[in-house]
């Protein structure tokens, strides 16, 4: 880049939170126009996910909570209706994870368009703003949510806390804060009155709780905003400050890695999903898929070995799923799926009778997962070893960046694929972002995604 592209005031550098500040009032005209690209497809890739996600069973009880506690608002929700702002960032954030197909960062391990987009488009509909005002703000309060989960580290992740809820909420408030005008006061205040609001626990995961936990992500942002806009006061820095979020939150977290690189958005490394399933276990279906184009028959097939980063062992090796749900987290369940040919990319796959299927069990039960510590969040190792002796060896780094002009295909395949007639309008606002992104409002937006996109 030519241009510095932070630069930070003295509060910036002088306490860390000053840092946050001033990245979510950042001028547009200084973010990188790659990055805001990249932000596009974020948005449109959210969309998919989430008017996909539309009929699923959680969907339906968040809209149900919505019509039973909502008193007017003007925010839609993914499948009719309209809701005060807190309510539809909580309502879209979960119904947009339900499928378990949003994108995901690995610097911080989690999902950031589920928990911010919800919290930015709501409070886009409530002031008229543009399609170019949302990506700006996505594109600032996903960097501050990867920067923040950065400095709380893996120890965060590894007790147990799931950082597309808890970094994820800074990230909503802060991209809310910028939409709602909150001057540089306003936004400190809402930053410490986010930090003792957000929560989610990995406990969740196999569990309508884990999409909930990115609504609750978008809906502490919203109301964190909402309230220091009305004046209420908060620690002076409820994240970094003495008992604050970090110290309460990490063993072990790492403040230099907020200002780490700050001419480079860390928001370039944002990976999207083509498989319907937990990330952790992408880069084994990749690695299957690209050493067994045409699988051998599971009965000459003796084990599967895979060896994988440790942190994934608690979080997608459920050994016998008893849900179409906890299927996406089972690393031998999704390789039967790999080797006997099932579409892992559909979402109507995992379905509670594929949970119950006794051929996909046997051969899971051949599956052997290992962690080892020499393989970072996007790699995998192993071997498919069978009955006769022969091994082959597959491997996958999901770290290897796709080119943009695959990616972009690959998500309007994902989109078609997922939303099948229903895909034109989202495909259409696809060419007028790429054109000219402030000329799209958000209720255009917010009328496809009550509509269903159709």
Same mark, same amino acid.
């Given at each position: 880049?030519?241009?510095?592209?932070?630069?930070?005031?003295?509060?910036?550098?002088?306490?860390?939170?000053?840092?946050?500040?001033?990245?979510?009032?950042?001028?547009?005209?200084?973010?990188?126009?790659?990055?805001?690209?990249?932000?596009?497809?974020?948005?449109?890739?959210?969309?998919?996910?989430?008017?996909?996600?539309?009929?699923?069973?959680?969907?339906?009880?968040?809209?149900?909570?919505?019509?039973?506690?909502?008193?007017?608002?003007?925010?839609?929700?993914?499948?009719?209706?309209?809701?005060?702002?807190?309510?539809?960032?909580?309502?879209?954030?979960?119904?947009?994870? %339900?499928? @378990?197909?949003?994108?995901?960062?690995?610097?911080? $391990?989690?999902?950031? /368009?589920?928990?911010?987009? !919800? =919290? +930015? #488009?709501?409070?886009?509909?409530?002031?008229?703003?543009?399609?170019?005002?949302?990506?700006?703000?996505?594109?600032?309060?996903?960097?501050?949510?990867?920067?923040?989960?950065?400095?709380?580290?893996?120890?965060?992740?590894?007790?147990?806390?799931?950082?597309?809820?808890?970094?994820?909420?800074?990230?909503?408030?802060?991209?809310?804060?910028?939409?709602?005008?909150?001057?540089?006061?306003?936004?400190?205040?809402?930053?410490?009155?986010?930090?003792?609001?957000?929560?989610?626990?990995?406990?969740?995961?196999?569990?309508?709780?884990?999409?909930?936990?990115?609504?609750?992500?978008?809906?502490?942002?919203?109301?964190?905003?909402?309230?220091?806009?009305?004046?209420?006061?908060? %620690?002076? @820095?409820?994240?970094?400050?003495?008992?604050?979020? $970090?110290?309460?939150? /990490?063993?072990?977290?790492? !403040? =230099? +890695? #907020?200002?780490?690189?700050?001419?480079?958005?860390?928001?370039?490394?944002?990976?999207?999903?083509?498989?319907?399933?937990?990330?952790?276990?992408?880069?084994?279906?990749?690695?299957?898929?690209?050493?067994?184009?045409?699988?051998?028959?599971?009965?000459?097939?003796?084990?599967?070995?895979?060896?994988?980063?440790?942190?994934?062992?608690?979080?997608?090796?459920?050994?016998?799923?008893?849900?179409?749900?906890?299927?996406?987290?089972?690393?031998?369940?999704?390789?039967?799926?790999?080797?006997?040919?099932?579409?892992?990319?559909?979402?109507?796959?995992?379905?509670?009778?594929?949970?119950?299927?006794?051929?996909?069990?046997?051969?899971?039960?051949?599956?052997?997962?290992?962690?080892?510590? @020499?393989?970072?969040?996007?790699?995998?190792?192993?071997?498919?070893?069978?009955?006769?002796?022969?091994?082959? =060896?597959?491997?996958?780094?999901?770290?290897?960046?796709?080119?943009?002009?695959?990616?972009?295909?690959?998500?309007?395949?994902?989109?078609?694929?997922?939303?099948?007639?229903?895909?034109?309008?989202?495909?259409?606002?696809?060419?007028?972002?790429?054109?000219?992104?402030?000329?799209?409002?958000?209720?255009?937006?917010?009328?496809?995604?009550?509509?269903?996109?159709?």
């Amino acid at each position: 880049m030519t241009e510095r592209v932070m630069e930070l005031g003295m509060s910036g550098q002088d306490d860390p939170a000053g840092f946050l500040v001033d990245l979510a009032l950042m001028p547009e005209r200084r973010l990188p126009r790659d990055m805001l690209a990249l932000a596009r497809l974020s948005l449109l890739d959210w969309l998919v996910c989430g008017l996909a996600g539309r009929a699923e069973p959680l969907a339906d009880k968040m809209r149900h909570f919505a019509q039973t506690e909502a008193q007017g608002g003007s925010a839609s929700l993914f499948g009719g209706s309209t809701a005060p702002a807190r309510l539809a960032a909580m309502v879209n954030g979960a119904i947009s994870h %339900a499928l @378990d197909y949003d994108d995901t960062h690995f610097d911080h $391990v989690g999902h950031l /368009s589920v928990g911010i987009l !919800p =919290a +930015a #488009l709501a409070l886009a509909e409530e002031r008229d703003q543009s399609a170019a005002e949302i990506c700006a703000a996505f594109l600032l309060g996903a960097e501050g949510a990867i920067r923040l989960g950065r400095v709380l580290g893996a120890a965060h992740y590894n007790r147990g806390f799931h950082q597309t809820a808890t970094a994820g909420a800074f990230g909503a408030a802060l991209a809310a804060g910028r939409l709602a005008g909150l001057n540089a006061q306003g936004m400190r205040r809402a930053l410490g009155l986010c930090a003792t609001r957000a929560s989610g626990l990995k406990s969740q995961f196999g569990t309508m709780g884990k999409p909930l936990n990115a609504g609750l992500a978008a809906a502490n942002g919203v109301e964190a905003v909402q309230l220091a806009a009305l004046g209420l006061t908060t %620690a002076a @820095d409820g994240i970094f400050g003495p008992q604050g979020f $970090v110290e309460t939150h /990490s063993d072990a977290p790492d !403040p =230099a +890695a #907020l200002r780490a690189d700050p001419q480079d958005f860390r928001f370039r490394e944002n990976r999207y999903k083509f498989h319907a399933c937990c990330h952790g276990l992408h880069a084994m279906i990749e690695g299957l898929r690209a050493a067994c184009p045409t699988p051998p028959d599971p009965g000459q097939i003796a084990r599967i070995e895979v060896r994988t980063a440790p942190r994934w062992l608690r979080v997608c090796d459920i050994k016998r799923p008893g849900t179409g749900l906890e299927v996406k987290f089972s690393y031998g369940w999704l390789a039967a799926m790999v080797l006997t040919g099932r579409d892992t990319g559909d979402d109507r796959s995992y379905t509670d009778a594929l949970a119950l299927d006794p051929a996909l069990a046997d051969l899971a039960a051949r599956v052997e997962v290992g962690g080892d510590h @020499d393989l970072t969040d996007q790699q995998v190792r192993g071997e498919i070893v069978l009955t006769n002796g022969h091994r082959i =060896a597959f491997d996958h780094d999901l770290s290897q960046a796709i080119p943009a002009s695959i990616l972009r295909a690959r998500l309007q395949a994902k989109a078609r694929a997922l939303l099948g007639a229903g895909a034109g309008p989202v495909l259409d606002l696809w060419g007028r972002l790429d054109g000219d992104p402030a000329s799209v409002r958000a209720c255009e937006i917010g009328a496809l995604i009550r509509a269903g996109g159709g």
